[in-house]
């Protein structure tokens, strides 16, 4: 429900929100469009699914909307635990409104459980715990492969500054805490997630989104897989498994 500058939400509210104007980069996933403001950003989320660096991908019906929602939640519960995100307001079901932020090209990965990459990096059996949960740096780069990169790196190639590298430890480690916590309560464990944060007006917010594409989530009883892992792994039912996350940690997907 949009008309001019001012789209109503399901709740009545009105939001003033800028007016889209072009696109400024198209994503694997996502597309951003410059605003009539400057300062701010419309994300759009789209069905495409990638996995393995881009080498697979796919159209899933109906992931941009959950995605959306999802992020929206979940960047409103982190704001609310004091975590400082990018996110203005949902405003429709595939676009949300943003802080335009400077990105820096570094991925922050937490795990609480072993699975994926570390696995055959350090030979490790899927699903032994990790304790204390471990923290690794990536360098955002696919035709590279998204290398693994440590806090030197980070200095030493001009990616980010020592405080940057501060920052997006205690602000990853924190988001953990808050997390884990969301999702135990829904009998859900977060097993790793990756974030990305960006700076506006020389301060550090979380970008970009916190979905199940971007995280590992398994049932706490079964160990069932209900994140990105279904597409990488051809399990089936991933957006089916997107929703069951939403609707057991309380989000209102109609
Ligand atoms: P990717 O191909 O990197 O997986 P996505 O489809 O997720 O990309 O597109 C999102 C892009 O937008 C990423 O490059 C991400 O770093 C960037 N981004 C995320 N949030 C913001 C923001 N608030 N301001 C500017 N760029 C952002
Ligand atoms: N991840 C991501 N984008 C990437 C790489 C990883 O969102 O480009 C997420 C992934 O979904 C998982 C966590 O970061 O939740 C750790 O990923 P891992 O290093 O195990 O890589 P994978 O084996 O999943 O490629």
């Known amino acids: 429900n949009c008309s001019g500058n001012h789209f109503t939400n399901k709740s009545g509210v009105i939001l003033d929100m800028s007016e889209k104007k072009e696109i400024l980069t198209t994503g694997k996933a996502k597309s951003l469009y410059t605003t009539s403001d400057p300062s701010k950003l419309i994300m759009e989320y789209r069905d495409d699914t990638s996995a393995f660096d881009g080498k697979k991908i796919e159209k899933l019906a109906g992931k941009g909307t959950v995605n959306n929602r999802f992020n929206a939640f979940i960047m409103e519960h982190l704001e609310s635990e004091g975590v400082k995100t990018h996110f203005i307001s949902q405003i429709s079901d595939i676009e949300s409104e943003v802080k335009k932020l400077e990105m820096l090209p570094i991925e922050c990965v937490v795990r609480n459980i072993a699975a994926g990459s570390i696995c055959k990096r350090l030979g490790l059996e899927e699903g032994i715990d990790i304790e204390p949960p471990?923290?690794?740096?990536?360098?955002?780069?696919?035709d590279?492969?998204?290398?693994?990169i440590n806090e030197y790196h980070i200095n030493s190639f001009g990616w980010g500054t020592e405080k940057d590298v501060?920052?997006?430890?205690?602000?990853?480690?924190?988001?953990n805490k808050i997390l884990s916590k969301l999702f135990l309560q829904a009998d859900l464990i977060l097993v790793d997630f990756k974030l990305e944060f960006g700076r506006q007006d020389g301060v550090m917010y979380l970008g970009d989104e916190m979905t199940p594409d971007g995280c590992r989530v398994w049932d706490k009883e079964t160990r069932k897989k209900l994140d990105k892992d279904r597409f990488r792994q051809g399990l089936g039912d991933v957006i089916e498994s997107y929703q069951e996350i939403a609707s057991r940690i309380g989000i209102d997907l109609e």
């Open 134 to 142: 471990t923290f690794e740096f990536f360098y955002k780069d696919d």
């Open 144 to 148: 590279l492969g998204d290398p693994m």
């Open 166 to 175: 501060e920052e997006m430890k205690i602000l990853t480690l924190k988001v």
